[in-house]
């Protein structure tokens, strides 16, 4: 009997052991692990992206006036862009820890921030330092710029807003407030 116990004992040891191990590297993340970047982002110029974990918000002003949108974040992908897309911009370079996300918009400045109602995607990757990112809300716009592409789903989001259907031309370097 007490060699039973005694190796009952062991294999409860060795169990505890290992699954301490286990437990202790399941909980270990790396500085390269992306993440959905929440906070206020300025790109310097008076724009702010606010992003919590369930909205967005774009401010900025030009002239005096206003602009920008909110919206609430209804799909969220922090390992890779939609699409297929390894840049952030048509033509960029592969993006380090990039993310994205589908959101409908709850309010716009005008129709050239988008439709409330409607959908588009929004996408980040790390910057050149921790407290910088590069960020861009897709951006395609009608024939005179008055108007901003937009989809009916969040679905049709994620698969229309591309670099190959050019709505990512450009993305802005931005730094946590």
């Known amino acids: 009997m007490h060699s ?18 286990l437990a202790m590297l399941g909980g270990c993340s790396s500085s390269d692990d992306p993440t959905l970047p929440i ?41 890779r862009f939609n699409g297929g897309d390894t840049s952030i ?30 959908y588009n995607v929004f996408r980040w990757a790390d910057g050149a330092s921790e ?11 009608n024939e005179d710029f008055s108007v901003m592409v937009v989809f009916d789903s969040n679905a049709a989001a994620r698969n229309g807003a591309t670099n190959d259907a050019g709505f990512f031309a450009f993305a802005s370097t931005v730094t946590r407030q």
Not at 131 to 141: I, P
């Open 4 to 21: 039973v116990s005694y190796k009952v004992r062991r294999f409860l040891f060795t169990a505890l052991v290992i699954g301490g191990a």
């Open 39 to 79: 906070g206020s982002w300025d790109d310097g110029f008076g724009n702010v992206y606010t992003i919590t974990g369930t909205t967005i918000s774009y401010t900025g002003e030009f002239e005096g006036t206003a602009y920008g949108y909110t919206g609430a974040i209804v799909y969220i992908d922090d390992s």
């Open 89 to 118: 911009t048509d033509g960029g370079d592969t993006a380090v820890n990039p993310g994205h996300f589908a959101f409908q918009y709850t309010s716009v400045s005008d129709p050239s921030w988008g439709e409330v109602g409607k």
């Open 131 to 141: 407290n910088e990112k590069v960020m861009v809300q897709g951006g395609k716009y």
